[in-house]
T-cell receptor
Framework: NAGVTQTPKFQVLKTGQSMTLQCAQD?????MSWYRQDPGMGLRLIHY???????DQGEVPNGYNVSRSTTEDFPLRLLSAAPSQTSVYFC??????????????FGPGTRLTVL | GQNIDQPTEMTATEGAIVQINCTYQ??????LFWYQQHAGEAPTFLSY????GLEEKGRFSSFLSRSKGYSYLLLKELQMKDSASYLC???????????FGRGTSLIVHP
């Protein structure tokens, strides 16, 4: 199993550009989520999904869109990039949200800089 | 909401034992996770406690007291590679969605 994969690893954007961060998992996990982590800070939840076709907002959803058309893929779209979105983005998945022991498996992260 | 309290930073010597404490306040508590995050890397799962008591896994052990809202992570025979942030993550509510704080930055020196 590849686990959770993310592309690209690094990205530089100009203010106003849009782009999609890709995330895929091959563990047949129901639950997938996107976090951002700023320097010296904890992970903040952007959006999450409990299954194909179902998404919901997390703590900091503004400026981001998600979709979940398949179990495997959960892309994160930046609509119009702003310098405040400079961060490290982690995608995570877990077997489900229904079970108590549902440890998160994280992708390696995408380091995004918005100029 | 959740309130998680753990020290911001700790230092320890290689070969020693260190205990990272975590107190939490949350409604609908289900269990508590510990994750490790090395600088520049993604978090990785260490342990999960749902019942009171100590769970041991090699050099790492995790303890939970549900009534006191308290947990600790015990690291024995510290190695330089244990320098990382350690995240205490309560799981609560019907949705089980985890909330990650800043964690405790552990620095292991020779």
């Amino acid at each position: 199993n590849a686990g959770v994969t993310q592309t690209p690893k690094f990205q530089v954007l100009k203010t106003g550009q849009s782009m999609t961060l890709q995330c895929a998992q091959d563990m047949n996990h129901e639950y997938m989520s996107w976090y951002r982590q700023d320097p010296g800070m904890g992970l903040r939840l952007i959006h999450y999904s409990v299954g194909a076709g179902i998404t919901d907002q997390g703590e900091v959803p503004n400026g981001y869109n998600v979709s979940r058309s398949t179990t495997e893929d959960f892309p994160l779209r930046l609509l119009s990039a702003a310098p405040s979105q400079t961060s490290v983005y982690f995608c995570a998945s877990s077997y489900s949200l229904r079970e108590g022991r549902n440890e998160q498996f994280f992708g390696p992260g995408t380091r995004l800089t918005v100029l | 909401g959740q309130n998680i309290d753990q020290p911001t930073e700790m230092t320890a010597t290689e070969g020693a034992i260190v205990q990272i404490n975590c107190t939490y306040q949350t409604s609908g508590f289900n269990g508590l996770f510990w994750y490790q995050q090395h600088a520049g890397e993604a978090p990785t799962f260490l342990s999960y406690n749902v019942l009171d008591g100590l769970e041991e896994k090699g050099r790492f052990s995790s303890f939970l007291s549900r009534s006191k809202g308290y947990s600790y992570l015990l690291l024995k025979e510290l190695q330089m590679k244990d320098s990382a942030s350690y995240l205490c993550v309560p799981s609560s509510g019907g949705s089980y969605i985890p909330t990650f704080g800043r964690g405790t930055s552990l620095i292991v020196h020779p």
